[in-house]
Structure formats: C-alpha cells, structure tokens
C-alpha cells in the first residue's frame, strides 16, 4: 500500500511526534510497503508529488531521539513561511494520494479531532480514532465529564482559571493536589503541589499551555496503562519513575522509569483494569485503538485518568510493549493497526 505517515506538527509533543513516525514509516517499510514520513507541519517542497511513493529517499533522515526539553514552538512558527497554514507544503496533495494516513501525530492539532475532521471532508482515510472522540479525549474537563456519565471511577477535580478561587478547590480536596492544563499532553503542563504558593506557581505554568486547567485530588500509589484495540484490553503495564512523578523529563529520559509488562498484580486487579480500560475505550466512543492511563491508591482502588487517542507509537512506547506480550511484534501492530482502520473506516 502507499502510506503517508504523517508526524512532527505544531504541539509541544512535537519531538515524541517525530520519533513515533520515524518508528513507524521504517516498521512499514519492513512490511513492504511504501510509505513516506512528513512533517505536518513544514510539509516538503522538493518533491514529485504524482510519483512520491516510488521516491526512495530516506524519509527518516535526521530525526533523533526524544530530547529532554519541550520544543521551542515560537522558532518553530518562524521557520514558515507567513499565511501558509498549518498544512505544510505538499502535505494535502500526498496525502490524496495515499491509501492511508498513519496518524503519528501527539497534541494539539494532531491528536484533537481537526485533521480527523479536514480528512473526513476530503475523503481521506486515516489511522485511529474519529473526530469528536478525538476532541472529547483531548479535553481533559469534558473527558471527565463523560466518565462521570459513564461510571468510569475517576479521581475528583474541579475546572478552573487563574481568575477563578482554585486555592478554595485545593483546600476542600486537601493538599497535595495536582494541577494539569486541560489540553496537552506527555505529562506538559501537570504539576503536583503541596501548599497554596506550588499552587500558584503551578497554576501561572500550566495556565501558559492553556486556559483552562484542573486542580485533582492526588491519588498517592501505583500508575498503569491500558492499551485497548478494537475494544480488546492488552496485558497492563506498571509505570513506575525512579524519582519524582511520570513527567516528560522521566518519560523521555533513558533509565529514569520503569516499566513493567504485564504488570506484577493480582488477577482481580488485573482484571477490574482490564475492564474499566474496556469501558472508558466504549464511553468516550473511541474506535480502533487508544491507551487508557490509571492510578490505584494504596487500598488498592482504580482511578482513570486519561485517554490517549494517539499514543506515543516509538519501537518501545507502551503500546508496542504490550502488543509484544501478546506475540505481536512492533511491525505486525503498525500494519494491524492500518488494517482495522481501513476496516472501520468511515463508521
């Protein structure tokens, strides 16, 4: 088949992003296919467009790996050219020209329903989930709001402002508390705080990433994640950071975390996990695959976090851990995961 996958874009997982694609354009590769890997966001000029799937360049060619630091979005902005868009250049015309687009994208305008729906309206075909369950996941106050809908047992949170009494939220739920922006991702922009002077620090940080954010009861314990595809739990992993807490430093750090799969729990926590990753997976109206995060407390309670509609998709990201377990290796996920998607394309 002839596959764009598409990485890079304008958020602050821009890098992820790019080391994800990288991943996968050399797994599809591997498969036979022919695939192209493009910036999103910068696009490519130097190119024929009617025959770029025969063009045997190596796409990947100077992508690294994940740095420790956020990308610098503000050079990144003056590396385009004024009033192109945030389609780079080509990017539209290739991807007409796939059989599919491998979704690598992390964060905002990537992973929040906008390419989904500017594909839909052009009839293109794409790799995970669709437009509104895209921007649903990608709001951290609504996904809330539809797990309380739902059932899905959740810590508790209020939404707030930097205008708004969040110091009267934190002291209700009781110190520590987290703070996390309501739109981002890799753990940018979440801080955990345990008096009102954190939390005004907190609240001016994450308040740069957007404008509203949540202020949650910490849940002090262990944190797993979920992989879920064609609404089938894989084995859990255990996420456990040698120090502090699974921010984007440790996540992107070598040797800073530990990561367990299949998680050393008990077969009823295993499966209670299983379960609710299953149910949230259903009442966020996700489809083909996504990665559920959770914290249990140290009565051994689950609470759901998140959803991650375009998870980190690198050689040894979490979801390629667990396929793994299940005798998947990471080139047969990449092309199962452009199988389903083909499959449920446009339902």
Known sequence: MN?????GGNSTERNVSLVSGKGVYEALKSK?????????????????????FDDTRDWAAGIDKIGEENP????????????????GANVLEICRKADICFLALHGANGEDGRIQATFDLMGIKYTGTGYLSSAICMDKDMTKKFFVRGNIPTPTSVTVTKKDDYAGAASLMGYPVVVKTCFGGSSIGVFIVSNEKELDDAVAEASKYAETMLVEKYIKGREFTCGVIEGKALPIVEIAPKEGFYDYKNKYKAGAVVETCPAQIDEKLTEEIQKIAVEAFNVLGLKNYARIDFMTDENGNVYCLEANTLPGMTPTSLIPQEAAVIGMDYP????YIIEISLKNAGK
């Open 32 to 52: 036979g296919h022919k695939a192209v890997l493009i910036d999103v966001y910068l696009g490519v000029k130097d190119v024929d467009v009617e025959n770029v």
């Open 3 to 7: 596959i764009a996958v598409l990485a």
């Open 72 to 87: 610098d979005l503000e050079e990144l902005a003056k590396s385009k050219p004024e009033g192109e868009g945030f389609f």
């Open 332 to 335: 047969t996920l990449c092309d």
